[in-house]
């Protein structure tokens, strides 16, 4: 401890650190308004201290402050009855008149009597050290603040200095530094200590004031030093504590963790509860800790209630019976009106409820609402009570967490301005489930968020036109209303939505036209929503005469903007141009860079197929992995395919993952992919795996899928056989490919010999219809040759022109031999089936088909000759 010099004056009639007052009379010194170890000795004399005379106050009071404790004489001096006045009794045997201890002259009429006293020496004090001086450039005011590391900040005039007390310096904060309030502990100077600072005796009151804007360290530089900061005029002063010594500080919590407050509370009961001040100090831990939710903080604070009856109940809580904790709670709960019947009761009911009792936190869920507080933490409550099983909290959770979101994004949405987004969600809610106090229709929603800006929201007010017909007065008064706010200054979204609307009327009406008149003021006022919606339709009669940016131009508008679905847009509308790969090129690689998905997906196919310029400087894989990582299905599918190439088994695992992946997220040729490698393993179960994923891609008109399931229901392989679905399935692989309106092929059979066969298909809604011929010629030189002509009238009974067929023909065949030219002419009907797989086709067909034969004609005239007709053909389907 340091020793304090100059004291002289300021310890007259006491002693540093001992606990009474000296008043000097002959012999020595009376002792008065004690306590501690000198409790109950008023009116004795201290006559030595460690076995000497006390001769001078203050060179004594120098001396202690270097001690622990002092041995001090004390002298009880009774003198006879007289009057009937008694002296005091001797504290330590007041029953007892022959004090062995006591000393009894001869010729003295008085009576003495002698204790020795080992007395602690109860000091605190402060001390300054060294003052910092502020670096150029510190406010002139500055208040403390911390960091959630408990660093030291101070900050004023919108600075932040950093305290370092490793080196003992102030510096300017780091950027990005967040400030965090801090406060001195209240209990820092709750000790029975006698307090000085520099010599000069303070109360704790008086103390704690004159340091209430101090930050209290426990280290400065080397030492391991409880140090206070003050900040002045002249600078940051470092103060250093010297504590009592008989019994420390009491520890104090950081109430940004709260757990502290409990633990350093019930430090001090254990520890210290015969200190004086050392109940309040634990009961002010125990209060921070439960204002910061510390529920058994808030038992504490009632385990020492005067109300016996609640402190036993709360006791059996800190024991663990958690029905005790739910009724000590309800209990606060009813008395109410104090600060045990708030946070307090509320704290421990949750405290109960995380013990796991449901009915408690029935309760404190019903008393947050009941008070109109956080409605996020009754929704915590009762999903707490949810999880320990009762489903009526459960059910009560959910309807509560929609009728506060419902509430606070209606709130937003009706609000001036209106939030595009809440009014979005809103809408979106609605579409779900009716909510109470909440009278707005989804499409009212919609249409708010539209006119404030959000896109989507004037996307989704079109499923509502399509469904109630642009006709329906709802309809009609958004229509009207988006057009007036379109020409509303700092409104021009409004026109994308109108236009949304319109766009969906009749080609030939002048609102049709008028739509895309309003996606180019829209685009062209900024709006690169209007520049996509524009470029993105294909603008017939009234609407193409429109003057204005083509397609191409508006794109380009919102690609210059960095918009990066613009430029994925202008790049395919740049790609369907065989002139425009070059430009397409430019705007998908833009659009990459901007963050399309969908665009660096493109990249990488040109990058496949080399016909990217920089094919040499880029990777397909890294394109399709950046379009997979940003969430393109599409890019990871192809990213599968670059890794492992061909439909066996991927060698490479990431391929694998990468199908799942793009399948999982809607990319149905990934489906079918993983279909294909289940089904090369050849087992049942994988068989089983493959044919959900099969079933994806045939749901989404995949071919290949649909045609593979056919075959597994037809064998039963991986699925329950059924010949039915099988045919289902290759009928439905049938129709999914697209009619070809061509076919060019080779034929060879009887009448027609060997020879050509075409076939153009005539437009029909509901069936197959096609006009075709069959060709042939045989030359023979010399002997002869044979020629077949066959006009044919096919019809199917499939749109698509395959499957069974039924022909009606003419057919005319000559045959030259020995000078001789005989031409059969006749009609003919043939029944068959035609198969297309692709670009490919094959046919086979078996009918009947007159002949006119002289000889036969005349005996069995006028019934004609009819001879069996029979082909095998395929080849190209061209168109």
């Given at each position: 401890m340091l020793l304090y010099a100059l004291l002289s004056a300021a310890f007259a009639g006491t002693l540093p650190g001992i606990p009474a007052t000296l008043t000097e009379t002959d012999g020595g010194w009376t002792i008065s308004d004690s306590s501690g170890v000198l409790t109950e000795y008023d009116g004795w004399k201290m006559t030595l201290v460690d076995g000497e005379a006390v001769t001078d106050m203050a060179e004594l009071g120098a001396k202690v402050f270097d001690l622990d404790e002092v041995t001090m004489t004390v002298v009880q001096v009774r003198?006879?009855?007289?009057?009937?006045?008694?002296?005091?009794?001797?504290?330590?045997?007041?029953?007892?008149?022959?004090?062995?201890?006591?000393?009894?002259?001869?010729?003295?009429?008085?009576?003495?009597r002698e204790r020795e006293l080992v007395v602690p020496i109860n000091i605190a004090g402060i001390r300054l050290e060294e003052t910092l001086p502020w670096p150029e450039g510190a406010a002139s005011?500055?208040?403390?603040?911390?960091?959630r590391f408990q660093q030291p900040l101070l900050t004023g005039d919108g600075s932040i200095w950093s305290v370092n007390p490793t080196h003992g310096e102030v510096v300017a904060a780091r950027e990005g530094t967040t400030p965090v309030a801090y406060r001195f502990p209240e209990n820092f100077f709750m000790l029975e200590a006698d307090w000085y600072i520099d010599g000069v005796a303070y109360s704790d009151s008086t103390i704690a004031e004159k340091f209430e804007g101090a930050y209290i360290l426990g280290r400065w530089k080397k030492a391991n030093q409880d140090v206070l900061l003050v900040p002045t005029k002249k600078g940051l002063e470092v103060h250093f504590v010297d504590l009592a010594r008989h019994h420390g500080r009491f520890p104090t919590c950081d109430a940004s963790v709260p757990e502290t407050c409990l633990?350093?509370?019930?430090?001090?009961?254990?520890?210290?509860?015969?200190?004086?001040?050392?109940?309040?100090?634990?009961?002010?831990q125990f209060?921070?800790?439960?204002?910061?939710?510390?529920?058994?903080?808030?038992?504490?604070?009632?385990?020492?209630?005067?109300?016996?009856?609640?402190?036993?109940?709360?006791?059996?809580?800190?024991?663990?019976?958690?029905?005790?904790?739910a009724d000590v709670g309800s209990r606060l709960l009813e008395r109410g009106g104090d600060a045990t019947g708030g946070y307090v009761a509320l704290n421990i009911l949750q405290h109960s409820c995380d013990l796991g009792l449901a009915a408690a936190c029935r309760v404190a869920a019903d008393h947050v609402l009941e008070k109109d507080e956080a409605i996020d933490h009754a929704i915590a409550l009762l999903d707490s009570g949810c999880i320990h099983g009762d489903r009526a909290q459960c059910d009560d959770a959910t309807t509560l967490r929609h009728k506060a979101f419902a509430t606070q994004v209606a709130a937003k949405c009706t609000a001036e301005p209106a939030d595009a987004?809440?009014?979005?969600?809103?809408?979106?809610?609605?579409?779900?489930?009716?909510?109470?106090?909440?009278?707005?229709?989804?499409?009212?929603?919609?249409?708010?968020?539209?006119?404030?800006?959000?896109?989507?929201?004037?996307?989704?007010?079109?499923?509502?036109?399509?469904?109630?017909?642009l006709g329906d007065d709802r309809v009609v008064r958004a229509t009207t209303d988006l057009l007036a706010a379109c020409h509303t200054a700092g409104k021009s979204h409004a026109c994308?939505?109108?236009?949304?609307?319109?766009?969906?009327?009749?080609?030939?009406?002048?609102?049709?036209?008028?739509?895309?008149?309003?996606?180019?003021?829209?685009?062209?006022?900024?709006?690169?929503?209007?520049?996509?919606?524009?470029?993105?339709?294909?603008?017939?009669?009234?609407?193409?005469?429109?003057?204005?940016?083509?397609?191409?131009?508006?794109?380009?508008?919102?690609?210059?903007?960095?918009?990066?679905?613009?430029?994925?847009?202008l790049g395919k509308l740049h790609n369907q141009k065989r002139s425009g790969l070059?430009?397409?090129?430019?705007?998908?690689?833009?659009?990459?860079?901007?963050?399309?998905?969908?665009?660096?997906?493109?990249?990488?196919?040109?990058?496949?197929?080399?016909?990217?310029?920089?094919?040499?400087e880029l990777k397909p894989a890294d394109e399709f992995r950046r379009a997979c990582e940003q969430g393109d299905p599409e890019g990871c599918y192809r990213l599968g395919l670059v890794l492992s190439p061909g439909v066996k088994i991927p060698s490479d695992a990431e391929a694998f993952d990468l199908f799942v992946k793009a399948c999982d997220e809607g990319y149905s040729e990934a489906c079918e992919r993983l279909g294909m490698i289940h089904l090369t393993r050849k087992t049942f179960y994988e068989a089983e795996i493959a044919a959900r994923y099969l079933t994806t891609g045939c749901n989404d008109r995949l071919l290949e899928s649909c045609a593979e399931l056919s075959k597994m229901y037809k064998h039963g392989n991986g699925v329950q056989k059924d010949r039915g679905e099988a045919r289902s399935l290759a009928l439905q692989a049938g129709t999914i490919e697209p009619r070809k309106n061509l076919r060019i092929g080779g034929k060879l059979g009887f009448l027609n010999l060997l020879g050509l066969e075409a076939e153009v298909m005539v437009p029909t809604p509901f069936f197959g219809l096609s006009i075709g011929t069959d060709f042939s010629y045989l030359p023979g030189g010399s002997i002869g040759s044979i020629m077949y002509l066959g006009p044919t009238v096919r019809m199917y009974p499939s749109s698509k022109g395959r499957g069974v067929f039924m022909t009606v023909g003419y057919h005319r065949f000559t045959v030259n031999a020995?000078?001789?030219?005989?031409?059969?002419?006749?009609?003919?009907?043939?029944?068959?089936?035609?198969?297309?797989?692709?670009?490919?086709?094959?046919?086979?067909?078996?009918?009947?088909?007159?002949?006119?034969?002289?000889?036969?004609?005349?005996?069995?005239?006028?019934?004609?000759?009819?001879?069996?007709?029979?082909?095998?053909s395929g080849g190209f389907a061209a168109l």
């Open positions: 003198a006879p009855d007289a009057g009937g006045v008694e002296t005091p009794d001797d504290p330590e045997d007041p029953e007892d008149p022959e004090d062995p201890d006591a000393t009894d002259e001869p010729g003295d009429d008085t009576r003495a005011e500055v208040t403390w603040a911390t960091t633990t350093y509370g019930l430090e001090i009961l254990a520890n210290m509860s015969e200190v004086e001040g050392a109940a309040a100090a634990a009961n002010a209060v921070l800790g439960c204002q910061a939710g510390i529920g058994r903080a808030c038992l504490e604070i009632v385990a020492h209630d005067d109300n016996e009856e609640i402190a036993d109940i709360a006791e059996g809580c800190i024991d663990g019976d958690e029905f005790d904790c987004d809440s009014c979005y969600e809103l809408g979106k809610l609605l579409e779900l489930e009716e909510v109470e106090h909440i009278e707005l229709h989804p499409f009212d929603a919609f249409q708010v968020s539209c006119t404030e800006g959000n896109e989507d929201a004037c996307k989704r007010m079109g499923y509502y036109v399509d469904r109630w017909g994308v939505g109108a236009a949304h609307l319109l766009v969906r009327l009749k080609p030939s009406s002048k609102e049709y036209a008028q739509s895309r008149e309003l996606y180019i003021e829209a685009c062209e006022a900024g709006e690169i929503s209007g520049c996509i919606g524009g470029a993105s339709h294909l603008w017939i009669k009234k609407a193409k005469r429109v003057k204005g940016p083509d397609n191409i131009e508006l794109a380009t508008m919102g690609c210059d903007k960095d918009s990066p679905e613009a430029c994925n847009l070059n430009d397409a090129i430019v705007a998908w690689d833009k659009g990459c860079e901007l963050g399309s998905m969908n665009a660096c997906t493109q990249v990488g196919i040109l990058l496949v197929e080399r016909r990217h310029p920089k094919h040499k020995l000078e001789t030219s005989v031409t059969n002419d006749g009609f003919n009907v043939k029944f068959g089936v035609r198969s297309q797989q692709g670009v490919g086709w094959v046919s086979s067909e078996f009918g009947l088909g007159s002949m006119s034969v002289p000889v036969i004609s005349e005996i069995i005239a006028p019934i004609p000759v009819l001879v069996p007709m029979f082909a095998m």
